[in-house]
């Protein structure tokens, strides 16, 4: 199976998601800047997402939304810097949710063919400050999972397994 | 819908937290972990086959008697406080394992009918030259 593995350096300003996909590189590059493809399959947590503007060319603009089944609305706009098919995409990106703007984050996604029509991906995301790195990451445990972690934490606490050593990715 | 199996489902119960810290600490047989808790044998049994699906504990046979044993390093990988955020982006590239197959799927169908249209209409041509005198 494919597993989604990360590289997340202490103190550091960016960080790395890598993946491969049993599909040639021009279809994953496909499904990464078409807009009705990628609405298909970028739903974190159980979000719906709505495309507002999404313009895969160099300088073209993108604003969507996604909307948590609480009803909540997140929205998230961005610049593509380059899109240079089917290799690497280029883009800025802002969670405009946030009490103030000016968090953006610079996203290189870069696809390499692999033999058997597979491709690898790699995304580079660079940010404003080790801060705004660290708060994206923790957001992933704000979506229904805080509760699992404060039950593991009481659980390893009492296995005293906390300094295990934690595989990365 | 598919029941989920992974680290978070093993722990949400209090009784399986509880055989948890029972088996990390010895391994034990099934009667022995029964007897710490005032549930059925049988309700112990089911909790240990989810910690077992969940990857969590793992069933050694010696002789007649069957041990429970404690598999610990599925605990410290959702320990690691990006779990949930390499979570998040996991559940969307399956997402996109889906669609891509899907793509995949209709690209073949697509290429075979267009092969089979061009293999007919080449059929046609031959046959038409072989008609002329």
Known sequence: MNKTTLQVEAGKQELFIYREFDAPRDLVFKAFTDANLLAQWMNPCNMTMHIDEYESVDGGAYHFTHTDPMGGKHVFRGVMHEVNAPERLIRTFEYLNLPERGHVVLDVLTLESLPGNRTRLTIQSVFRSVADRDGMVQAGMENGVTESHQLLDGLLARLSVRNMAIPMG | ?133
């Open chain 2, 1 to 133: 819908m598919q029941t989920r199996r992974d680290v978070f489902q093993a722990i949400a119960d209090p009784i399986r937290r509880d055989i948890i810290g029972l088996v990390a600490r010895q391994s034990m047989n099934l009667n022995s972990i029964a007897e710490n808790f005032e549930v059925s044998r049988p309700a112990i049994s089911q909790h240990i086959k989810v910690l077992m699906e969940c990857g969590l504990v793992s069933i050694r046979r010696q002789g007649r008697e069957r041990y429970c044993e404690a598999r610990l390093a599925p605990l410290a990988d959702v320990a690691d406080w990006m779990e949930p955020f390499r979570k998040m982006w996991d559940r969307q590239f399956t997402a996109l394992d889906q669609l891509l197959d899907r793509l995949k799927s209709e690209q073949t169908t697509r290429t075979k009918s267009e092969q089979a249209t061009r293999t007919k209409s080449e059929q046609a041509t031959k046959n038409n030259k072989n008609k002329k005198p």
